[in-house]
């Protein structure tokens, strides 16, 4: 580990507070992570120093608000290693980015879109919603009882008729990583577009959207140490160019008559309205508070994370972990005779803050005939001694339970 993780932790003032008169064990980074001063503080001067709307005005404000946008959208796309900028499209989030492509998408009756058990419900139901507007059909690629997908499935499942496929790139609820890079070439070879839900890739993983090959790969800023309400959604420009516009208004257009209307550029096209603009530039702060680290130190350290609360929470009678070795970000488990909700309400009284319930995955929990899990999930400021705090935690709630 080539970075102090206490050293990062003071950078985020939220986490010095107590909850119940425990230090605060924030373990609930898949929902949303705590954002450093950094973040905070390219917010705030924001708002203090160049605040105005972008893109059409001529005045000193408007000048710098729209370069200091437009420079974030440039950070993204260098992030991404995007062929170019243009391809970067601010959203609200990964749910807008999925709904955005699902709704500039015509399919019809013998079209197929096929998703994972993985999938969190904004990688599911934009899909559905797609299929019953358009008569096409849901496929979805089954899992292993490891949480991992089965791959001969999915190659059989796809066909010629596979217009569009969409996988999570790592899955909120079970931390398992899919093999996208193979899968996508799959897809590609089969005909189909590809969309990657990198919601839970983004705060640990290197994305490089040229090695991926895949059609579109949405995110949000929330899971990387930004802002809610902004997030991306990376397009590949031959496809996006090909695509009809989505919401219309300001700024999606090149020219309005009450005749017709001609549509602007990418990235203008799909960003009808005044956008989060501070957003985009605390997100592009906060990739750059993460590379100045490094994500392969922070994947490090959060493996490290992971793999100590799994060898820590198996040793405790009668846990089951979900997922396969190897989980990334988030850690699911379940403890016979004790209810999820029960064992989580219980640890935030002793400081420990993890999320329970079906996270959003309610197939994949029917899949393993469970209502919930609950689910430990970890950021670059989380310390060794804050996973022994969950362990003893659980330990005693469950002494407390059974
Ligand atoms: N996809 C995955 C894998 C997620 O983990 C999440 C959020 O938890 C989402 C999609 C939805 O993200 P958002 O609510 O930020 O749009």
């Known amino acids: 580990m080539a970075f102090d993780p206490s050293t990062v932790r003071a950078e985020f003032p939220i986490l010095a507070q107590s ?29 203090e120093e160049i605040n105005a709307n972008i893109h059409r005005g001529t ?73 019953e507007r358009s008569g096409a059909t849901l496929k979805v690629v089954p899992c292993h009882d490891d949480g991992t997908l089965d791959q001969d499935a999915f190659h059989a499942l796809l066909s010629e008729r596979t217009r569009l496929t969409a996988i999570t790139w790592i899955s909120n609820a079970f931390g398992t990583v899919n093999p996208v890079h ?50 991306v959604l990376w397009g590949r420009r031959a496809v996006l160019d090909a695509l009809p516009p989505w919401r ?24 009808a309205g005044t956008p989060n603009i501070e957003g985009a530039i605390a997100l592009a702060t906060a990739l750059d508070f993460v590379n100045g680290i490094g994500l392969t130190e922070i994947a490090a350290h ?17 846990v089951h972990l979900f997922g396969p070795v190897g989980r990334a970000g988030a850690l699911s488990f379940g403890i016979e ?22 996270h959003c995955c309610q197939p994949l929990m029917a899949r393993f005939g469970i209502t919930g899990t609950t689910r430990a999930s970890f950021a670059v400021y989380n310390t060794g001694e804050e996973v022994d705090a969950l362990v003893v935690a659980v330990a005693k709630a469950v002494g407390i339970l059974r």
Not at 310 to 315: D, K, Q, T
């Open 59 to 131: 005045h000193h404000l408007a000048r710098a608000a729209t370069s200091a946008h437009e420079a974030a959208r440039e950070k993204l796309a260098r992030h991404l290693n995007a062929a170019d900028s243009a391809e970067v499209i601010f959203t609200a989030g990964t749910t807008d980015s999925i709904n955005l492509v699902a709704a500039i998408l015509t399919l019809a009756p013998g079209d197929e879109v096929l998703i994972t058990a993985l999938e969190h419900h904004s990688n599911i139901v934009p899909w559905q919603m797609l299929c």
């Open 182 to 231: 193979e899968m996508t070439a799959a897809a590609k070879a089969a005909g189909s577009l590809v969309l990657i839900d990198a919601a839970q890739a983004i705060p640990h993983l290197a994305i490089d959207v040229q090695a991926l090959g895949a059609d579109f790969v949405a995110f949000s800023g929330h899971k990387v140490y930004a802002p809610t309400g902004i997030g």
């Open 302 to 318: 959060e493996d490290f994370l992971i793999r100590r609360a799994a060898e820590g929470l198996a040793s405790l009678d009668g």
């Open 337 to 358: 005779g004790v209810h999820h909700y029960d064992l989580g309400t219980l640890i935030d009284q002793m400081g420990v803050a993890v999320r329970t319930g079906h």
């Open 248 to 271: 219309g208004g300001g700024e999606m257009i090149k020219e309005v008559t009450f005749e017709k209307t001609t549509y602007n550029d990418l990235p203008f096209k799909y960003e």
């Open 19 to 47: 909850v119940n008169g425990r230090p605060l064990v924030y373990l609930d980074n898949a929902a949303t992570t705590q954002k450093p001063r950094a973040v905070l503080d390219a917010s705030r001067r924001y708002y």
